[in-house]
């Protein structure tokens, strides 16, 4: 049996179904039909019955199927292993992110990338707010997901993987608790509170006024800019997904008009991404893995 024989028949095998393996495979359905009646006429019998309403195995099918599928993702894993240690692309990656909910998106991908890259292994990593360049620069991470903007000369943006929209996280008495939404201009005599070490180009991309200036307070972390919003301290620029994943009694979130986004995109030190990191950048760009 030829590999394109294997392939559309171990595919009709799980689809029991001549176009949506016709689909699967990006070939005409009349290919899959001729690729199994020619199968069919090496074997001397049926390898599957049909009906206008459905498709099954056969015996000689369902045996056919048991022993050689096994044997061709053995051949397939071979194959991937080989083709891995020639590109460089075994070996350990260590990989950073910021946020739990980029840690939502990037576990589907480090899943999908262990499957699709045999002898490789990924790690990951939460990096403080406080300390978003660090891990890189102190090469405990080959990649990192970051919120943007990073503007630093040592290090390279590559694509955004999430993007959601900021919110202003007030104290549940706040005076402006009960908006549906605020506005720049509500927020002229606030005290915005940020995590310390953050750059102040950062600071600024997220501010949702320019002028005049805000008082600006600077915290150890981010769970202490929390407290201290909830505490009555200030007010905050957080993701929209704080509430569900960071709750705190007394803290509410409320859309900003024209407000600012964060971004979070792939970062890693300039003219240093190993052959295992770019395989990863390439299949996080091409979302494999994600919902």
Same mark, same amino acid.
């Given at each position: 049996?030829?590999?394109?024989?294997?392939?559309?028949?171990?595919?009709?095998?799980? +689809?029991?179904?001549?176009?949506?393996?016709?689909?699967?495979?990006?070939?005409?359905?009349?290919?899959?039909?001729?690729?199994?009646?020619?199968?069919?006429?090496?074997?001397?019998?049926?390898?599957?019955?049909?009906?206008?309403?459905?498709?099954?195995?056969?015996?000689?099918?369902?045996?056919?199927?048991?022993?050689?599928?096994?044997?061709?993702?053995?051949?397939?894993?071979?194959?991937?292993?080989?083709?891995?240690?020639?590109?460089?692309?075994?070996?350990?990656?260590?990989?950073?992110?910021?946020?739990?909910? #980029?840690?939502?998106?990037?576990?589907?991908?480090?899943?999908?990338?262990?499957?699709?890259? @045999?002898?490789?292994? #990924?790690?990951?990593? +939460?990096?403080?707010?406080?300390?978003?360049?660090?891990?890189?620069?102190?090469?405990?991470?080959?990649?990192?997901?970051?919120? =943007?903007?990073?503007?630093?000369?040592?290090?390279?943006?590559?694509? #955004?993987?999430?993007? +959601?929209?900021?919110?202003?996280?007030?104290?549940?008495?706040?005076?402006?608790?009960?908006?549906?939404?605020?506005?720049? +201009?509500?927020?002229?005599?606030?005290?915005?509170?940020?995590?310390?070490?953050?750059?102040?180009?950062?600071?600024?991309?997220?501010? @949702?006024?320019?002028? @005049?200036?805000?008082?600006?307070?600077?915290? @150890?972390?981010?769970?202490?800019?929390?407290?201290? #919003?909830?505490?009555?301290?200030?007010?905050?620029?957080?993701?929209?997904?704080?509430?569900?994943?960071?709750?705190?009694?007394?803290?509410?979130? =409320?859309?900003?008009?024209?407000?600012?986004?964060?971004?979070?995109?792939?970062?890693?030190?300039?003219?240093?991404?190993?052959?295992?990191?770019?395989?990863?950048?390439?299949?996080?760009?091409?979302?494999?893995?994600?919902?």
């Amino acid at each position: 049996m030829e590999r394109q024989d294997i392939e559309v028949f171990l595919a009709l095998a799980q +689809e029991l179904h001549f176009a949506r393996t016709a689909e699967r495979l990006r070939v005409a359905p009349a290919s899959v039909s001729q690729t199994i009646k020619k199968l069919e006429r090496r074997f001397g019998a049926q390898l599957f019955t049909r009906s206008t309403r459905r498709v099954e195995l056969t015996p000689l099918g369902r045996q056919l199927l048991d022993e050689l599928g096994p044997a061709y993702a053995q051949v397939q894993t071979a194959i991937a292993r080989a083709m891995a240690t020639g590109h460089g692309t075994t070996g350990e990656l260590h990989l950073g992110y910021m946020s739990a909910a #980029v840690a939502r998106r990037i576990l589907p991908l480090v899943d999908a990338f262990h499957a699709t890259t @045999p002898g490789c292994r #990924v790690t990951i990593r +939460e990096t403080a707010l406080d300390d978003l360049h660090g891990p890189l620069r102190r090469t405990e991470v080959d990649l990192s997901i970051l919120p =943007l903007p990073v503007a630093e000369p040592d290090l390279t943006v590559g694509p #955004v993987l999430l993007s +959601e929209a900021a919110l202003l996280a007030v104290p549940t008495d706040h005076r402006l608790a009960r908006r549906d939404q605020v506005t720049p +201009e509500d927020l002229t005599r606030e005290t915005f509170l940020f995590a310390q070490n953050l750059p102040d180009y950062w600071i600024e991309h997220h501010l @949702p006024l320019a002028r @005049p200036t805000p008082t600006i307070t600077r915290l @150890p972390g981010f769970q202490e800019m929390l407290a201290y #919003v909830a505490s009555g301290h200030g007010v905050a620029i957080v993701g929209a997904q704080t509430e569900h994943l960071y709750p705190r009694p007394g803290l509410t979130c =409320l859309p900003i008009a024209d407000g600012p986004t964060f971004d979070y995109a792939v970062v890693w030190r300039t003219g240093g991404l190993t052959a295992l990191a770019s395989a990863f950048l390439h299949h996080a760009a091409n979302g494999r893995g994600s919902s």
